[in-house]
């Protein structure tokens, strides 16, 4: 089916009905899975569940349409692969029956059975209740069984979504009262607060203590919660905080089957610093990971249990954008990672522009994780870092403790307008998010003097259509004065690896602006569900965007991220971590310590 041509030449409209029939009417077990597909005659007789208006039902529809959509989703299966790797080792958290027929043709492919029937499939889907297998039943079970299948799903989503019928029986904070789960779902060990025991007499709950449980819960469990207006004032959860963390209580209801208990339980309202130390010389090495190298500058401890920061950096930038705050970081005691992206400095750069997509990026960064062990982490990001933390946010809001981002806020996506569109009607296309489309753009780069190009480009506060226009930038004749922010030396080691690996890469990640878009569609509408703070400067060109002041200002983005703290800084432009190095690593480090060290897990209470 790979082959253009070949697949819709065996698959003709033209004979639409005679293939349907063969398909449907006929079971493939093992023996015949991986040989010739018998054939069925026309003439022969319709199982019961198949009918002849069935057939010709389906054949009229692939008649019309041909086969083609069909099989561009197997032709599709190499490149689902490469996009899904942001999602390597995730699991299925959502709960799960699994019906088949025993004469289905993918029940029999190799090492499959061993797999749903050994702890394989139960290991990647841990809410799974159970496995059916179906004697006599084949791959089109839903019509073959039809009754038989009906009934098994009725039977779990009556059981999964019981609670919600007794729920409405009763109003929210009635004495006694929590949420009653089935089996599978109580498995979570999930604790609500109800309206009138939310506590008042507590002094202050504040976002860490939150995102405590919030980052156990599954996604389904917290849509549920959302569901049913629990507020989120306070969580209690079975996690406990480490040595010297402070703690209030609070009153909760545990539902454990069809009863409720109470129970005190512990609610983090901050935790004290216990680090320090001089700072650890930033380390270089190579990291093989989602089939690159990738080029990771680290600081401060390097045992497994100090809490790690991801630091991700944008364009034109490097790691070396983040040396202020690995060294304000790790001597406070977090490992810092600041990796080279994709496409920059010592990672490897990959030629093809569709290689630089929100999956690949986080897809590098998921991979970066897991071969560092590290499980879950503090991240901090800037410019294009910004763009592909809130994509990890999205994608994988499991691997990130806390957000710490500047100068670009979350963009929700539009489903009715491209980004090239929406720039190039907004600001023409001379403007450099446009003209990066066209191929050998990159070459206007070479041209330059590459340091007089850092130094407009880091320095100089244009917004709107005159932003990094290379024309006007090569045209600039003025010597340009360096701020006290940015040395010679800093300026040399920029232009100097970027005098070796090019522009190409950084300007790939415009090029799939709109690609992107297309493959961010199922994620329209979606919230950032972990707990951030976003920074900007007033002066930033990335502030004066059309419309973003009044969103972040006037609760837009809080909406998109309700988990939000902003911080609008006075006089400070785009490259504010550099900028503004002391006040932003405060800032970082402020926030993030509220959430603890990240190693310590809150446990259950025990009364």
């Not at 839903?142 to 019928?165: G, M, N, P, R, T």
């Not at 002094?203 to 599954?218: P, T």
């Not at 990335?542 to 998109?560: E, F, T, W």
Request: some cysteine.
């Amino acid at each position: 089916m790979q082959e253009p041509g070949v697949a819709e030449k065996e698959f003709s409209p033209a004979n639409a009905r005679y293939i349907l029939r063969q398909i449907l009417c006929n079971r493939f077990t093992s023996g015949a899975a991986g040989g010739k597909k018998p054939e069925a005659d026309d003439d022969e007789p319709l199982p019961p569940w198949l009918t002849e208006a069935d057939v010709d039902h389906f054949a009229s529809e692939f008649e019309r349409t041909g086969f083609t959509g069909a099989i561009n989703y197997y032709r599709n299966m190499d490149r689902n692969w490469e996009l899904a790797a942001p999602w390597a080792d995730a699991k299925v958290q959502v709960p799960t029956r699994f019906i088949v027929g025993d004469g289905d043709l993918t029940y029999h492919y190799p090492g499959i059975q061993d797999y749903i029937h050994k702890g394989g499939f139960k290991a990647d889907v841990p809410m799974l209740e159970d496995v059916v297998v179906i004697p006599g039943a084949g791959h089109f079970i839903q019509q073959e069984k039809a009754d038989e299948v009906s009934d098994h799903i009725y039977d779990f989503i009556s059981k999964v979504f019981a609670f919600l019928q007794r729920r409405r029986a009763r109003r929210h904070g009635d004495a006694g009262l929590l949420l009653l789960f089935p089996e599978q779902v109580l498995r979570a060990r999930i604790i609500f607060i109800g309206l009138h025991e939310r506590p008042q007499r507590l002094e202050r709950v504040d976002l860490a203590a939150n995102a405590v449980v919030h980052d156990r819960s599954s996604l389904l469990l917290r849509r549920w919660r959302q569901a049913a207006g629990v507020q989120s004032g306070c969580r209690a959860s079975e996690r406990e905080q480490g040595n010297k963390s402070k703690h209030k209580h609070a009153r909760a209801t545990y539902a454990t089957s069809d009863k409720s208990r109470r129970c005190l339980s512990l609610v983090s309202s901050g935790a004290e610093d216990q680090r320090g130390g001089a700072m650890a010389a930033v380390r270089h090495r190579q990291v093989e990971a989602n089939g690159i190298s990738m080029h990771v500058a680290e600081a401060g401890p390097e045992d497994a249990s100090a809490p790690a920061v991801l630091l991700v950096h944008g364009f034109p930038e490097l790691w070396y954008s983040w040396r202020h705050q690995m060294g304000y970081l790790a001597d406070r005691g977090y490992r810092c990672v600041a990796p080279d992206l994709r496409g920059y400095g010592g990672t490897t750069a990959p030629p093809e522009p569709s290689s630089y997509t929100a999956f690949h990026i986080v897809g590098d960064l998921i991979a970066l994780l897991d071969a560092l062990r590290l499980p879950k982490v503090f991240v901090v990001g800037h410019d294009w870092g910004a763009i592909v933390s809130w994509n990890l946010c999205l994608l994988r809001p499991d691997r990130v403790r806390a957000l710490v981002n500047l100068s670009v806020a979350f963009t929700p996506r539009r489903p009715g307008i491209k980004p090239l569109e929406y720039f190039r009607a907004v600001y023409g296309d001379d403007y450099y998010v446009c003209r990066f489309q066209e191929p050998g753009i990159e070459a206007e780069f070479t041209a330059f003097d590459l340091k007089k190009f850092f130094k407009l480009a880091l320095t100089v506060h244009t917004t709107g259509s005159s932003s990094m226009n290379l024309r006007k930038m090569q045209a600039y004749n003025k010597e340009v004065a360096l701020p006290s922010w940015l040395s010679e030396e800093d300026v040399s080691y920029l232009a100097s690896v970027y005098a070796k690996t090019g522009f190409a890469g950084g300007v790939n990640y415009y090029r799939c602006l709109d690609l992107n878009w297309e493959l961010m569609a199922p994620w329209t509408g979606a919230k950032v569900q972990v707990p951030t703070k976003f920074i900007v400067g007033d002066g930033d060109l990335a502030y004066h965007h059309p419309g973003v002041k009044s969103y972040i200002n006037k609760g837009g983005l809080k909406r998109d991220v309700p988990m939000l703290e902003v911080v609008v800084i006075k006089g400070a432009g785009h490259f504010i971590q550099q900028e503004r190095a002391q006040e932003i690593s405060e800032h970082i480090y402020d926030y993030i310590k509220k959430f603890g060290t990240g190693v310590s897990t809150l446990k259950a209470s025990k009364l």
